[in-house]
């Protein structure tokens, strides 16, 4: 598949086929975040918990409030996907690399003054990355987010100097058809004018 066709198929499908994917391929999607998801420094803050198991994906979506949203008229989906890659981060592993003597050598002596939270710039890389491997490898693919971190932590058993980032979800697709799904924004809302993100030269 060729990268535009990569990226072109990149949306949030929130329906998948009952069908198990592969340990193997699970793999080759996680390594792709792991070995080619930029990283400040080469700090390697990256934590990702790859959850298959029903039980621990009805948790991990109580965790991200489905039954309230459910309630509200909002789609069931997230128990539902086959797969969750959940992305987490730690950031002391930046703050570890920055207090070594080849990045002190550059700073002066002290930490530089992160201008912004890398850790969760590259785990936000490190999900998009999961995203586009995941549909090279033909699955679908969208993101959620959770609320309930302690349920979360505790549903994972994570350690605490860890953070949630977000929740990548994957499935081999349900049908033929290639739309977002039901309820998206793309279906009531239109991309920002490009002049109004993209600047060339100067603000």
């Known amino acids: 598949m060729e990268f535009r066709d990569v990226l072109t198929r990149r949306r949030s499908v929130r329906t998948y086929a009952e069908r198990e994917v592969p340990r193997d391929l ?22 990702i918990v790859v959850v298959t198991d029903p039980e621990t994906r009805k948790e991990i979506a109580t965790a991200a409030k489905e039954d ?12 539902a996907a086959p797969v969750h890659m959940v992305v987490l981060t730690r950031e002391d ?3 570890d690399r920055y207090r070594q003597q080849d990045k002190l050598k550059i700073t002066g002596g002290r930490e530089i003054e992160w201008p912004a939270p890398y850790w969760f710039v590259d785990a936000g890389a490190a999900a998009m990355t999961l995203m586009l491997a995941a549909i090279d ?6 993101i959620f ?4 971190l302690e349920g979360l932590s505790k549903t ?7 953070r949630f980032v977000a929740v990548v979800t994957m499935g081999y697709p349900a049908g033929t058809d290639d739309q977002p799904s039901a309820g998206a924004s793309v279906f009531t809302r ?11 030269e100067r603000w």
């Open 145 to 148: 987010g959770v609320t309930d």
């Open 26 to 47: 699970l793999e080759r999607i996680a390594d792709a975040a792991v070995v080619w998801a930029p990283s400040a420094g080469f700090s390697q803050g990256l934590r």
């Open 190 to 200: 239109r991309r920002k004018a490009r002049d109004d993100v993209v600047r060339w």
């Open 68 to 79: 309230e949203l459910t309630a509200q008229g909002r789609q069931r989906w997230k128990a």
């Open 93 to 95: 592993d930046y703050h």
């Open 156 to 162: 994972l058993g994570l350690p605490e100097d860890v």
């Open 137 to 142: 490898e033909g699955l679908d693919t969208a």
